[in-house]
Nanobody, 115 residues
C-alpha cells in the first residue's frame, strides 16, 4: 500500500513564503508523475504544478514565477516552494503521484494566506 504524507502547510503572510513536502512510502513502482493540486472553498480542485519523470514541469498560470516544484527521487519526496503568497493561494493543497497505472493522493494540507 502506498501512503503520501504531506507537511508544511499553515498560515502564511501575503508576500511571504511556505514550503510543502510530500513523502511517498510503501510498495511504489516506478513513479511517472508527481505534483500538487489545490482546492479553495467553493471551487473545483485544480492543478498547481506537476512534474513528469521525464519532461518539463507544468505550472498553473496563477502561480508561474512564484511557485517552484522540486523532487528528491531517492526519498520519493516532492516539494512545493511557494513564494510571493497571495490571499487567493488559500486552499487545501493535495499531493498526487502516479506510479505505474495507479494514482495516489495525500490527505491534504491547509494553506491560509492572511495578514
Amino acid at each position: 500500500q502506498v501512503q503520501l504524507v504531506e507537511s508544511g502547510g499553515g498560515l502564511g503572510q501575503p508576500g511571504g513564503s511556505l514550503r510543502l513536502s510530500c513523502a511517498a512510502s510503501g510498495r511504489i513502482s516506478s513513479i511517472n508523475w508527481m505534483g500538487w493540486y489545490r482546492q479553495a472553498p467553493g471551487k473545483l480542485r485544480e492543478l498547481v504544478a506537476g512534474m513528469p519523470s521525464a519532461g518539463r514541469t507544468n505550472y498553473a498560470d496563477s502561480v508561474k514565477g512564484r511557485f517552484a516544484l522540486s523532487r528528491d527521487i531517492a526519498k520519493n519526496t516532492v516539494y512545493l516552494e511557494m513564494n510571493s503568497l497571495k490571499s487567493e493561494d488559500t486552499a487545501v493543497y493535495y499531493c498526487k503521484i502516479i506510479a505505474g497505472l495507479s494514482a495516489y493522493w495525500g490527505q491534504g494540507t491547509q494553506v491560509t494566506v492572511s495578514s
